[in-house]
């Protein structure tokens, strides 16, 4: 089955750096993949996904790339601001398959 | 359009109790997810049901048992709940299974003595 690991688990950065989330997967049929946001205490929500017929794809601050040879993909998030503080987590899955998740990554923005 | 509702929002049990916790959701959705969210831990998939009329293990099924009950609902039963299954509940909704986006609920805080 699909294995998607995600790092880092934990990540700081001051308001205003960017931050990088990397996620890794190993079934090469994976064709889709999201990227979810937890506020403390919340829901797990989309924030931005890519299918795997695109390199980039960005949403105002915040983007995603994917690299298919390499099965890695990541979200970026620019000029951060303390609302971005929050678990994100990446998943990954093949057309009519289910979700894998990856484990989560922390971030912390530091006013 | 109220999304994924799931009930009790909060439950005590005590250990050998039985519970249902439900979810409906009114988006028209064919697949329909449980996942348990351990403190700090990411999410891991309990039972999924691809369209209705489907469920299948996920990650953790063990202790546990669901039942599509039409489109829109699918619940989650514990038997004889343990402390061990003390966790956060989500449950999730998408169009079809894979290549697309899950909708999430807000989550059952269960706790058992």
């Known amino acids: 089955g699909e294995n998607v690991e995600q790092h880092p688990s934990t990540l700081s950065v001051q308001e205003g750096d960017s931050a990088v989330i990397k996620c890794t997967y190993s079934d090469s049929a994976s064709n889709y993949f999201p990227w979810y946001k937890q506020e403390l205490g919340k829901r797990p929500q989309l924030i931005i996904d890519i299918r795997s017929n695109v390199g980039e794809k960005k949403d105002q601050r915040i ?43 922390t971030l912390t923005v530091k006013p | 359009n109220a999304g994924v509702t799931q009930t009790p929002k909060f439950q005590v049990l ?66 004889s709940a343990a402390p061990s299954q003390t966790s956060v509940y989500f449950c999730a909704s998408s169009e079809a299974l894979g290549n697309q986006p899950q909708h999430f609920g807000d989550g059952t805080r269960l706790s058992i003595l």
Request: net charge neutral.
């Open chain 1, 63 to 105: 983007a995603v790339t994917l690299n298919k040879t390499a099965k890695h993909f990541s979200l970026h998030i620019t000029e951060t601001q303390p609302e971005d503080s929050a678990v994100y987590f990446c998943a990954a899955s093949p057309w009519a398959g289910k979700s894998t998740f990856g484990d989560g990554t």
């Open chain 2, 14 to 79: 005590k250990t050998g109790q039985s519970m249902t916790l439900q979810c409906a959701q009114d988006m028209n959705h064919n697949s329909m997810y449980w996942y348990r969210q351990d403190p700090g831990m990411g999410l891991r998939l309990i039972y999924y049901s691809a369209s209705e009329g489907t469920t299948d293990k996920g990650e953790v099924p063990n202790g546990y048992n669901v039942s599509r009950l039409n489109k829109r609902e699918f619940s989650l039963r514990l038997e």
